[in-house]
């Protein structure tokens, strides 16, 4: 059921999680929130930007749910929400951000491969900005 309209469980959910999630985004201020997945994590992003202001990139993975949009049309407009509210709509692969493309006309999408090249660990040099990473784990 939550897979062909997601909004209402997402309701809740977001319900649950807003006093929280607004109490640490006033607490640390942060530059920008990294959703990893438009449904859950993307909607909190959503709301956070509506009420408070911050921006939001999404990244998605499951192709399968992606593409289920073109399926289920409270899905695709729940997603459509949320990737037209993202500063960045990340996608796994270039079939999926095309997918995403055609499914959410206008979404910012762009592909980043995952994998990295080893390398030895090194100290980074921020630029004092803050994400929030939010993920269902």
């Known amino acids: 059921l939550a897979l062909r309209d997601p909004w209402p469980q997402l309701a809740v959910g977001w319900a ?10 006033r607490r640390c201020r942060p530059d920008a929130v990294f959703a990893h997945h438009t449904a859950v994590s ?11 202001g ?3 990139v999404v990244a998605d993975y499951d192709f399968d749910e ?13 997603v459509a929400r949320v990737a ?3 500063s960045a709509v990340v996608a796994a692969s270039s079939p999926m951000e095309r997918l995403f493309r055609e499914l959410v006309p206008g979404a910012p999408a762009v592909t980043v491969h995952h994998g990295t090249e080893p390398a030895p660990p090194r100290r980074a040099r921020g630029d004092g900005r ?3 990473f939010c993920a269902a784990m």
Request: proline share 7%; glycine share 6%; net charge positive.
């Open 84 to 86: 037209a509210g993202a």
């Open 42 to 52: 993307g909607v909190l992003a959503w709301h956070l930007r509506r009420r408070l």
């Open 66 to 78: 992606v593409r289920a949009c073109g399926d289920f049309p409270r899905r695709r407009r729940a």
């Open 130 to 132: 803050v994400v929030v």
């Open 54 to 56: 911050v921006p939001y």
């Open 16 to 25: 649950a999680a807003r006093p929280h999630l607004e109490r640490l985004v």
